[in-house]
Structure formats: structure tokens, C-alpha cells
């Protein structure tokens, strides 16, 4: 019997096609959809991103359990009205100029979506320029960093520099193993966040 616990639990457990057979028998079962993905699927990820964060739960367990909640979600939202769908805010995200890391931006990007956000992801080698135009172009709240080398960490100093000339309201944050919430300082940047889930935490605290 499905109900949102044992779909949470199979969420936690990265199981994809139990994920789908408990959505799908809790559609036909005439169960409210905003339910569905609040209850049980959100709810599952929210375990995930907790232990994540505690250091219980890897990167390749919690990209399983967020591939898993996606396929729920995707049976659902034929169900449910755009403007109904949760959503906090929209950010843009993307791995910075010169850098094709983007394991740990998609990690961040997922973890945004189970928590309420709508996130677009630009994907690798993002310039300030690109960061500008999609944010313009999305109406975005936050645009999100990532760099994993020292070298190309500098522009994100570029994209918060472009944002500001260019006059749009909106927050920057960034991440990356170089990263450090006094180099997050120094490029005036909105904040920093070490992990996946803390930039889920860190969005929430900003759209606040």
C-alpha cells in the first residue's frame, strides 16, 4: 500500500522505480498531487539533504534519491496548475568561465528543485555576459556560482561586478572547493554556501 512514508522512504533510498509505482498508485488512488510531491517526495529529499549535510548520506546517494524524486515529480505535474507547482523563487546557476566542473553544481541545482525552487541550469564555462542575459531573460531572484579552480574563481568577482553595472536586483552566491566565505566577502558577493545543502538553506534565508 502506498502512502507518503513508504514513498519518502523510497525516495531516501534512491529507488527510481518503486519512486514511480508509489506516485503512480497514489494518482490512482485520487490523492491530492500538491500532497504527493510535499509530503512524500519533498519530504523524502528534505531527509536526504539533512543527512547529507551530517555527513551520513554521499554524493552518489543523494544524486540517486534526487533522480528518484524528480521521476515522481515528473508523473505529477501534468496534474497540477504552473502556478501552483511550489515555488520560492527562480535561480540561475552555472559553473564560471574557464571551468567545465559540474558534478557538485548539478548536486546544488537538484537540491534547489526538491526544495521549492525553479532553477534554470546554464551548465559549464558560464562568462559574467551569460550570467547577465539569463538573468534578464528568466526574471531571475539569485544567480548561483560554481568553480572548482583557484584560477577561475576570480570570475565570479567579474559577474558580480557586471550584475551591479547593469543594475539588476539580484543576489549572488557562490561555491566550490576554493571557495571561502571570506573570499565571498571580498567580491561583495550575497553569500556563500560549502555544500549542496547549505546553498539550499542560504536561498531560502535570501528569498526570506
Known sequence: MANFESLSQSVIAGK?????????ALIDAGTDPLEIINQGLIAGMNVVGARFKNGEMFVPEVLMSAKSMSSGIELV????????MPNKGTVIIGTVK????????NLVA???????????NLGIDISPEKFVEGAKEYN????????????????????IELVKEEGLKVKCIIGGAPISQDFAD???ADGFA??????TDLCGKLMA
Open 194 to 199: 560549502p555544500d549542496a545543502a547549505s546553498a
Open 98 to 105: 574557464g571551468d567545465l566542473h559540474d558534478i557538485g553544481k
Open 16 to 24: 527510481e522505480s518503486q519512486v514511480k509505482e508509489q506516485t503512480q
Open 140 to 159: 531571475t531572484d539569485i544567480i548561483a556560482m560554481s568553480a572548482l579552480l583557484t584560477t577561475t574563481m576570480l570570475h565570479m568577482k567579474d559577474t
Open 110 to 120: 537538484m537540491m534547489l528543485e526538491s526544495g521549492g525552487f525553479k532553477v534554470i
Open 186 to 188: 571580498e567580491i561583495g
Open 77 to 84: 505535474k501534468p496534474l497540477i496548475a504552473d502556478s501552483d
